[in-house]
Each structure stands twice: as C-alpha cells, then as structure tokens.
C-alpha cells in the first residue's frame, strides 16, 4: 500500500538524457531533437538536462504517435492541449479525430498493399508457369 511518502518519490522521479534514450531505445540526440521542436521542455540543473515524470510520460506518447505515423506538428497539437485541471477532454476529441483519420488512411493503404501482392503472386505464378513449359519443351 503506498502512502503520502510514496507519492512524493514518485512525483519527485527525475531521469537524465541517458536513462530515458536507454528506456526507450532512441538516442539522446533524438531527445534533444524533441526539445528543440517544442515537445519535450526538462527542467535544468545548471547546464544538465532534468526530466520529470511528465516529460517521460510526454515521450512516450511522442514516440507511440510517430510509431502510428502522426506528425510531429500533429503530437505537439495533441500534447499542448492537455489540461490536468480539466480531464483533458479536448486532447481526447482531437486525439480520437486524428486517431480515426489515420485509420482511414492505413487501411486504404492496406488494401492497396493487398491488390499488389496479388498482382505479384499471380505475375510469379504466370512466369512459373512459362518457366516450366520451356522446361517441358526443351
């Protein structure tokens, strides 16, 4: 069971650039890369580089977005508009629209994926076949 103590250390948990390009599998050029887009803004202590929980729980939903494909102006937009104070629900409308508008895009490409490989094993079957008649014939 965790106390008023717990709570405090968790909330208090810092990570450096290192940790958190380790954790993640990204390097820390990468990190700063999101720092000079305007996503990610660590706390400084002097000239080193100090993230919050916040910041943790920022990169990974900037690494899951571009995993399904959102742009980077796409996640800062999702990201500026979250609100602790208000349960964030604008985040979510906009997070859901642009959610649902890359689905839209990826099973269009899916299907369009789909006809290819079936023009291609069909294009393979015909030149095996061809393949073999002149094998038969010589």
Same mark, same amino acid.
């Given at each position: ?35 000079? &887009?305007?996503? =990610? ?10 993230? +919050? %929980? !916040?910041? /943790? ?33 604008? &985040?979510?409308? =906009? ?10 895009? +990826? %099973? !269009?490409? /899916? ?28």
């Amino acid at each position: 069971m965790s106390g008023p103590k717990e709570a405090q250390q968790a909330a208090e948990l810092t990570y450096t650039i290192s940790e958190l390009a380790a954790e993640f599998g990204i390097t820390a050029r990468a990190i700063r890369f999101y720092e000079d &887009q305007d996503l =990610l803004q660590p706390e400084r202590d002097g000239i080193k580089r100090v993230y +919050l %929980r !916040r910041d /943790r729980g920022r990169l990974k939903l900037i690494l899951r977005g571009k995993r399904v494909g959102f742009s980077l102006s796409d996640i800062g937009e999702m990201l500026a508009l979250y609100d602790p104070n208000n349960e964030s629900r604008e &985040q979510l409308k =906009l997070t859901l629209g642009k959610s649902r508008d890359r689905l839209a895009i +990826l %099973r !269009r490409q /899916r299907q369009d994926i789909d006809e290819v490989i079936a023009e291609l094993e069909d294009g393979c079957r015909q030149i095996s076949d061809l393949m073999e008649t002149q094998t038969e014939t010589s």
